[in-house]
């Protein structure tokens, strides 16, 4: 069975999978954007040739797949179709959806959930430029792990941008869970230390750690990270043991320059993929891992709470090319 088949089949019992549905709707966009161009490439053509293979080179770079992977997943569909003698169209797009599956999976690891801490805290830092959604992720990540019974610290340390710590602290209200501040401009790392100090003090399982994202100087985000990340450690052994970097998914391409600088800065764990909802691009997933080797951890479906799935590749190409 070839693997749109099987993702159809896989998910006609939504009870199986509940999120597949959040991906088929949060990815609407997207797959209007990349499913039809898909079909409609393929009725045009029946059989492909060289022009063929071109034309689907295009729709993944305006798709976001990233100029480097489109190029090798085209070259390795070429090949297949060569070996395997398929010049269906619509046998070649399938073998396409294949590529793509099996280079994310390629790539090493398919890490989701956060990995808790045996013993005290499990410290989380959240990392990213301006406005790409890293509050509210932190608040989607909070409810998400207060409703599994862990008991879960926000910690303020954007003091930078006005108005940051106000509005963890709604979050913090409306999820009623513990916050630590401190005074605007307040060093960071302080804030940071008061956090993970009060985690211990107060038996947390998991504290988020949320920073300003400022990438206008690579060398002062660096020094400031690594000093937020070596008080962090002071208080708890190997934390943070999770750093999700945030990336913006309507951003696109920039998004990956992005996360290039971010992980020649930092160590990261995670990234997290937010506005999927507000994209029609949604191969930016693929160009980050492709780019990175990081897991996409997350992704963000919309703007409420409820909105934040943990990522799956079966979901996630279920909703860029599997039409209702
Ligand atoms: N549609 C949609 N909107 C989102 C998503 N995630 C975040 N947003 C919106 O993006 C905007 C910015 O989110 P914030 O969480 O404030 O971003 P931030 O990175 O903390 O921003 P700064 O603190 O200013 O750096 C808000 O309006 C959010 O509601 C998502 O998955 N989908
Ligand atoms: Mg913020």
């Known amino acids: 069975m070839g693997l749109i088949s099987f993702l159809k089949s896989k998910f ?47 729709i993944l770079i305006e798709s976001d797949v990233g100029v480097n992977l489109s190029f090798r997943v085209i070259e390795e569909v070429l090949e297949k179709s060569k070996q395997q003698k398929i010049f269906d169209s619509d046998a070649i797009n399938e073998l396409l959806i294949e590529t793509l599956f099996k280079d994310y999976m390629d790539k090493g690891e398919q890490l989701t959930e956060i990995q808790f801490n045996d013993k005290g805290p499990t410290v989380l ?18 409810y998400r792990y207060k409703n599994q019974g862990k ?12 108005g940051a710590k106000e509005q963890l602290q709604i979050w913090a209200d409306r999820l009623d869970i513990g916050i630590v501040t401190g005074a605007d401009n307040a060093d960071p790392a302080s804030v940071a230390y008061d956090g993970v100090h009060k985690a211990v003090i107060d038996k947390v399982d998991l504290v988020i750690v949320d920073t300003a994202g400022r990438l206008q100087n690579k060398q002062n985000l660096m020094n400031e990270l690594a000093k937020i990340k070596r008080v962090l450690s002071k208080e708890v052994e190997n934390a943070p043991q999770e750093t999700f970097l945030i990336i913006d998914a309507t951003t696109g391409q920039n998004g990956v320059i992005q996360a290039k600088a971010f992980a020649e800065v930092t160590s990261l ?56």
């Open 12 to 58: 006609s019992k939504k009870t199986e999978n509940p999120d597949a549905e959040s991906y088929s709707k949060g990815m609407e966009k997207s797959r209007q954007n990349f499913s039809n161009k898909l079909t409609s490439l393929s009725k045009k053509y029946k059989k492909v040739n060289q022009e063929y293979f071109e034309k689907l080179e295009e």
């Open 125 to 142: 830092l959240v990392v990213g430029v301006n406005g790409v959604g890293k509050t509210t992720t932190i608040a989607k990540l909070a």
């Open 151 to 162: 008991k879960v610290l926000l910690v303020a340390a954007d003091t930078f941008r006005a």
């Open 269 to 324: 764990t995670g990234v997290v993929i937010t506005k999927m909802d507000g994209t029609s691009k949604g191969g930016i997933i693929l160009a980050i891992r492709d780019e990175l080797g990081t897991p996409v951890r997350f992704i963000g479906l919309g703007e409420k709470m409820e909105d934040l799935k943990e990522f799956d590749i079966d979901s996630y190409l279920y909703g860029l090319c599997v039409e209702k």
